[in-house]
């Protein structure tokens, strides 16, 4: 299961789709998703300055 974006509270700075290496992050008004190619790294919640990624509870 890929990482969940908290939409209202991300700002759309773009710092997660920076780091997401396998392209899976895409900005547009927030961050999406895609599912099919988010590997679970956890970058893009270590850069999230807004805490606004997380992955589902079941896989913490």
């Not at 773009?14 to 396998?22: I, K, L, R, Y």
């Not at 899976?24 to 990624?53: G, Y």
């Amino acid at each position: 299961m890929a990482v969940k974006i908290d939409t209202d509270v991300c700002v759309g700075c773009g710092c997660c789709s920076d780091v997401c290496t396998p392209g899976a992050l895409e900005l547009r008004e927030t961050a999406e998703v895609n599912q099919a190619f988010c590997i679970e790294c956890k970058q893009c919640i270590d850069m999230c300055p807004a805490l606004a990624i997380r992955l589902p509870a079941a896989q913490e």
